[in-house]
């Protein structure tokens, strides 16, 4: 019998410790510095807004560790001597391994600001960091978040729910513009500023100011704004979790380099989740992804290889999903920024201008390539077939109702998309679907 210790009780340690008991045995050991136990990530914002408990975002219970014979130990990893195959940690402990997992998920970034170390100055991704929002915040009125993207987006939305004024620095031309093309990016715009956020577009951090005792007290821009406020949320991207490694043989760059089968340049030490970078990424997929769905595969996967089943990690097709206050997004394969050689897009924007879809193709064989939809729930194993497949953008159109996720008595929009390509298309026509039984009754 083996003993296999993972470092991070995230999606990725987790999910690795769970499928490894499933097929083995072995010991396993899962160790967190940050809980006792694994929770969702993704529902801090939810604690804070009221919506749920801490206890409710545990997905299982406290019993089912001893029950399953996975121990967990609470404490936060010094060093690791890969010889000895021993950890080292903060308090002086110690404890052996023969197989090591590291998953140990992302860090805040910070990129050198004047007053970026005070109090009232952090980031939104551990449980501690929403331990600090809670004492940062109290009796607050105003708050700056710089950073134009997913976290950023949520802790706006986090401290407008507490009533706290929010200004939003974005130093892109438009929110998330490094990511979504322009006329979306336009759209959750709209949307942010619709929602009372106090958004600034075309604007950098320069420094945060101290009011003499340690504490911040407004920001300043580049432009030479003076923004008063008694939080700043800096949300400004993450990256892996690495540094107690970093001057060790494990070979890193931005994270720690894996291979196919998620394995290091050390004998019997894998990485998955946040902090593994891909050597080789599959074509249309990141060295790194910090995504919750691409822990889970990996950590899936590496208990595949570590009980006996030699497996290549294999993602697929990306996908991803998020909220903007609620407007909910998803994307499927690929929707750069900006289109790439032979690439063209058929975009749809309801007259409500809170939903759109945005289908990207080739333009030489007309295969879809890629989607992205707000406010229109798509499925993702008929978007995920329609990509492999290379299907035509013709077909997916005249077909969009096999992709909608919602049930048949929400309003659908596939005629009004159908009519708009018909005449973006008029050598192309496809068949206008009929109404939803909802409007059928209703009109």
Request: aromatic share 10%; with cysteine; hydrophobic share 35%.
């Amino acid at each position: 019998m083996q003993h296999i210790v993972i470092i991070g009780n995230g999606i990725a340690g987790i999910t690795a410790a769970r499928h490894i008991r499933k097929k083995s045995n072995d010991r396993i050991t899962v160790i967190s510095g940050e809980t006792d136990h694994f929770f969702s990530r993704t529902a801090l914002m939810y604690i804070y807004m009221g919506h749920m408990k801490y206890q409710n975002t545990k997905p299982y219970e406290d019993w089912f560790w001893p029950k399953n014979n996975i121990e967990l130990k609470r404490a936060w990893v010094k060093n690791v001597d890969f010889d000895k195959k021993a950890l080292e940690f903060d308090d002086g402990e110690s404890l052996g391994y023969d197989k090591l997992v590291l998953a140990t998920g992302s860090k805040s970034n910070k990129f050198g600001w004047p007053g970026q170390d005070l109090d009232g100055v952090q980031g939104l991704y551990s449980y501690q960091d929403l331990e600090s929002l809670e004492k940062n915040t109290k009796g607050i009125e105003q708050a700056v978040v710089i950073g134009g993207g997913l976290i950023g987006i949520e802790l706006a939305e986090m401290l407008h729910s507490r009533g706290i004024h929010v200004t939003y620095l974005v130093r892109e031309p438009h929110f998330w513009s490094i990511v979504l093309p322009e006329n979306e990016a336009k759209l959750i715009d709209r949307h942010i500023l619709e929602n009372g956020i106090d958004l600034r577009l075309s604007t950098e951090l320069d420094e945060i100011v101290d009011d003499g005792t340690g504490r911040v007290k407004a920001i300043k821009t580049k432009s030479g704004d003076v923004i008063d406020c008694q939080l700043v949320g800096l949300t400004v991207g993450v990256s892996p979790n690495i540094a107690f490694l970093k001057e060790t043989k494990l070979e890193t760059d931005r994270g720690i380099l894996v291979d196919e089968f998620l394995q290091t340049n050390i004998p019997d030490v894998f990485a998955i989740g946040d902090c593994a970078q891909m050597r080789s990424p599959q074509p249309h997929r990141r060295p790194i992804e910090a995504v919750w769905y691409v822990g889970r595969m990996m950590g899936e996967t590496v208990a595949q290889t570590l009980t006996g089943k030699k497996t290549a990690y294999e993602p697929g097709i990306w996908f991803n999903s998020a909220k903007f206050f609620d407007i909910e997004y998803q994307t499927y394969g690929t929707v750069a920024s900006q289109l790439r050689e032979n690439e063209r897009q058929f975009f749809w924007e309801c007259t409500d201008r809170k939903k759109c879809i945005n289908i990207v193709y080739d333009d030489k064989d007309f295969s879809v390539l890629g989607i992205n939809t707000f406010g229109v729930r798509m499925r993702h194993e008929v978007w995920d077939r329609w990509i492999k497949e290379k299907a035509t953008l013709d077909y997916v159109v005249e077909h969009l109702r096999e992709a909608n996720f919602d049930p048949e008595f929400f309003k659908q929009y596939d005629p009004e998309i159908q009519q708009l390509y018909n005449r973006e298309f008029p050598d192309k026509q496809v068949k206008v679907r009929g109404r939803s039984l909802v409007e059928k009754i209703f009109g």
